[in-house]
Structures are given as structure tokens and as C-alpha cells.
């Protein structure tokens, strides 16, 4: 059996090691074998009464300081436009394998070497993730690459000049700035209480000796090398709204709607069922774009939805001025940018 490539092994050590993506064994994906599922078509949109959309703007219009209620109340609306936004999301869940030299203290015990076996491929070893499309870390020890080597920090020694003090066991006194001397409140010179005069004090971090402990093998003198398998999932989205109003994108992605089509499979096909092509292409865009977008991770599952906004765009009169404001969501929210009845001026409008 063949050991398989991992990086090399460093003579001289560096505190980062360097990191080497292992990309995943090729897989085939026959798409022509696959047979494209059947799709019903998604439910009509609510409709929105005149009460309803006039209900909707004074509960908006309560929440704004400088927005009047008479307009909301008195303006005679005179044409209600229905329509749909359509939010399309796609996740693409991945899994990605690097490695890279590691080592941590060696406090004695047994050690899976090379000798024992031949060390595993990247993707050969077993790592599964918490849950699906949920992004996160994982690092574990690649069997039989582990070795005993002399602290490359120390040289064995398990201890090294202490950085505080810069080997000297001693600091400057803080209280007197390294004088041995202050100035009391009665403006007389005394020796320092805290240094007896000497403008120094004992170094906190190695206690004098100079010298503190070597955080590389925590005072052993020796470390474990071994090849560590750095694994990492992670959830990628894209997502395309379709949507024929006023009302700006993001605030339709936040809008509440209803999810009418959702899949999840290892591979997935596009929409093609919708009645708005926009969504339909979006969806063979963003699907092929996912395909080839993640070279050197494997993809695990994919998952797909689409959620149906409900808009109403209302058209209303009020004193001398016409224009419209859209009601979005099934909580009915409000984007009015043109309010008629405000009392300030600076104000940014909804």
C-alpha cells in the first residue's frame, strides 16, 4: 500500500505551520440517469381587502413620530394591485480537508508512529458533521504520523529567556518609574515603599530566575509531531428575488411569506415549474454555478426553497396628492416612502 502525499515533513520548526488543501477524490454525478422529479405548481397569492391595507398603514403610521394619522385615515384608496415577490434560496453544504504539521507537549505514553501502519489518505479518515448546513471545525490527529522530537523552541532544555524581564529577573518599578525615589504629598523625596529604593522589582512572570517556562513542551523538553486533519463545513448560500414592485429586496427577504416548494437531495435539479421564468433561470444559474463553484470541497447536500411573498400595491388619493404604498408579508408590513403627512424634515421614510 502506497503512503499517501501529505506535506512534508519540516526539519525546522515555525510556530504556523503551513496549511495544505487536500481537494476530494473525483466524483460522478450522472445527471442523465437521474430523473427529474415532479413539481406541483405553487398556490395563488392572498388577497388584501381596503380595511386591511388602511388597517396596515396606521399601524405603521403610530410608529413613526413624524408621521400625521389624518392621511392614513382619511385618504380614499382607489385601487388595490396584487402581485407575489418570489424569494429563491439555495444551500449548497460542503465539506473541506486541509493539513498541516502540528505539535503539542509530549508528557510521555505511548506514540502512533509511522512504524505501526501505514498513516491514512485525508479523505479516508471519519469525520461527520454536527447537522447538515450548519457550518463548523473540526481537527483531528491523522493516525501513525506522530513522532518524539526535541523542543524546537527551548533546544530540550524545557525553559527560555523570559520575555517580560528579557532574561534579566528583574523589571522596572512602576510605582517610581525606576528612580527608587517619589515625591510625597508634603513635596519631600523618600525612598520608594515598594522597590526599597532600588528603582526595581522581581520579575512577576519568571520570579526572578530570568527564565520561564517553554510554552511549546510546557517544561518537558520534548514535543509530539504529528500531521493534524484540519476539517471544515461550511453552508453556502445564494439566493434571487423576483420581485415586480416597489418594494426593495431586502426588505422582501424579510418579510414572512409562505414556502411553497422545498427539496433537498445530494444533487439537485433546478426549478423549472414556476410561472415567473425569472425564478426558473435563477435557479439554473445559481444550480450550475454551485456545481463548479466549490473545486476543492466535496458537496454533501444541497437544498433548495422558494418562499411566495404576498405584495399589495396600493393606490390612494389624499387632499391633492396621489400616489401608492405597498403592503408585503402576511404580517403586512408597510413600505411607504412617500407618505404624504409628515411633520418634519431629515427624516428617513419607510
Known sequence: MEMPRYQESMNDWEDTAIVIEVPPPVAFFDENGENEPERAPPPSSPQLTEQ??????????????????????????????????????????????????????????????????????????????????????????????????????????????????????????????????KNTLDGEHERCFRCHGTGRRRCWKCNGDGLALCKGCSGTGQIKCFIRLIVTWTNHIDEHVVEHSAVPDEKIKSGSGQVVFEEEDEKLWPVNHFPDTTINMASFQLVQKHATAFSAERILRQRHRVRIIPVATVHYQWKNHSNTYSVFGFEKKIHAPKYPQTCCCGCTLF
Open 52 to 181: 386591511e391595507a388602511r388597517q396596515a398603514l396606521l399601524k405603521h403610521v403610530t410608529t413613526r413620530c413624524c408621521y400625521g394619522k389624518g392621511a392614513a385615515r382619511d385618504m380614499a384608496i382607489t385601487k388595490i394591485d396584487h402581485s407575489c415577490a418570489f424569494h429563491y434560496t439555495l444551500e449548497t453544504f460542503t465539506e473541506k480537508r486541509q493539513t498541516a504539521w502540528a505539535f503539542e507537549p509530549y508528557f510521555g505514553g505511548t506514540v502512533d508512529n509511522p512504524s505501526t501502519d501505514h498513516p491514512p489518505g485525508p479523505w479516508d479518515i471519519a469525520a461527520t458533521p454536527s447537522s447538515s448546513f450548519t457550518g463548523s471545525i473540526t481537527q483531528i490527529e491523522v493516525p501513525h504520523t506522530a513522532s518524539i522530537k526535541t523542543c524546537h523552541i527551548c533546544g530540550g532544555v524545557g525553559r527560555k529567556r523570559c520575555f517580560t524581564c528579557s532574561g534579566n529577573g528583574y523589571e522596572q518599578c512602576y510605582s517610581c518609574h525606576g528612580d527608587g525615589y
